[in-house]
């Protein structure tokens, strides 16, 4: 089976003035459209992801159109996969281009398949912040709990629920320690 692409893709555009953990004056500027995802799941799933960053002091902006002048280079673009063959990527929900910085892939089927009614925005919420963390971090590290966790247990899902997975003291270092080092935020 091929894949199918979403016809709509998810723009992250990046800003910051200073990358230092404690420093909380930084913002991940955020362009997607509503048809990257259902709506019903793409709206309170960006507020968990929003959430999740607020905690470590990283705003994420929504925002449903770019202004002013803006180049490709400046953004993480997001694409929506509906339908992935089981030997693309297997076992995972999506994925980061980390090193190269600004690509991420949803595999949307596989959300769904992980996820109840209930509980697929929570879900999404924490994939998105999982693989944003990613191309902040510039790494493909993943931590032994927390949002960052490889692979989110039957435990770690009915926490999504009641509240959002953090991240690690490590995890925070390795975000700040990225955006420090991107040009994508207009760091040195």
Same mark, same amino acid.
Request: glycine fraction near 4%.
């Given at each position: 089976m091929s894949l199918k692409l979403m016809e709509a893709v998810m723009l992250i555009g990046m800003t910051a003035r200073?990358?230092?953990p404690g420093n909380h004056d930084l &913002?991940?500027?955020v362009f997607w459209s509503p048809a990257c995802a259902d709506l019903?799941?793409?709206?309170?799933?960006k507020a968990v992801a929003t959430r999740i960053f607020n905690n470590i002091g990283v705003h994420l902006e929504w925002?449903?159109?770019?202004?002013g002048k803006s180049r490709l280079e400046d953004f993480i673009v997001i694409e929506m996969i509906y339908e992935s063959r089981p030997d693309f990527h297997p076992g995972a929900m999506a994925f980061a281009y980390e090193f190269e910085g600004r690509h991420i892939s949803i595999l949307y089927d596989r959300v769904k398949a992980a996820? &109840?009614?209930q509980n697929r925005a929570d879900v999404l919420?924490?994939?998105l912040a999982h693989e944003i963390a990613h191309l902040l971090q510039r790494t493909n590290y993943h931590a032994a709990a927390g949002v960052m966790k490889k692979e989110w247990d039957h435990q770690d899902y009915r926490r999504m629920c009641v509240r959002p997975l953090s991240f690690?003291?490590?995890d925070v270092q390795l975000i700040y320690g990225g955006l420090r080092k991107t040009e994508i935020c207009g760091n040195p």
């Open positions: 200073a990358a230092e &913002t991940v500027k019903f799941d793409a709206i309170p799933a925002i449903r159109r770019p202004k996820s &109840t009614r919420g924490h994939v690690t003291p490590f």
